[in-house]
């Protein structure tokens, strides 16, 4: 089944199918969580690493997931959601967790757009916000 969604994924982004693609798809969503070049590189051992750098840039160029700077050093990527187009008005919330280091996509909220002075041109926006994920939050509780 979930073959069968990828597989769809990719289809519809355009993107020709190939197993170490659709591969790389399916670990990217089953993770709850975004994930950098290195943890795809941990879990898909099997796929060398020039391979999954250039399936995450294809993945990217095809808008099928996007990257995000959270700060902490290394790009994390996630699964875009479907008709997203990787636009400004596409663009949701990322929440960074201190403590676990985990990022995570806030797809239901959107970022807030903000009014720029004149002759200034909005091209990105990194909006990420840090915290505790639920997680974290809940071991703070019960410590
Ligand atoms: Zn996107
Ligand atoms: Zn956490
Ligand atoms: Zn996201």
Do not use: W
Not at 74 to 93: I, P, R
Not at 127 to 134: E, R, S
Request: glycine share 2%; aromatic share 6%; with cysteine.
């Amino acid at each position: 089944m979930e073959e069968k969604i990828c597989l769809d994924m990719l289809i519809k982004r355009n993107v020709k199918p190939t197993a170490i693609r659709l591969l790389v798809l399916k670990s990217m969503l089953q993770a709850k969580q975004a994930v950098s070049l290195l943890d795809l590189e941990n879990q898909l051992d099997t796929v060398d690493k020039s391979t999954l750098f250039r399936t995450i840039t294809l993945f990217l160029a095809h808008s099928l997931i996007h990257s995000i700077d959270d700060g902490s050093g290394s790009l994390k990527y996630a699964v875009c959601n479907n008709g997203c187009n990787c636009l400004l008005e596409d663009l949701h919330t990322h929440f960074y967790c201190e403590n676990c280091h985990k990022t995570f996509c806030i797809r239901n909220i959107p970022i807030p757009m903000v009014e720029l002075p004149e002759r200034f041109t909005l091209q990105s926006i990194n909006y990420v916000l840090k915290g505790l994920c639920p997680d974290c939050s809940e071991k703070v509780r019960t410590d």
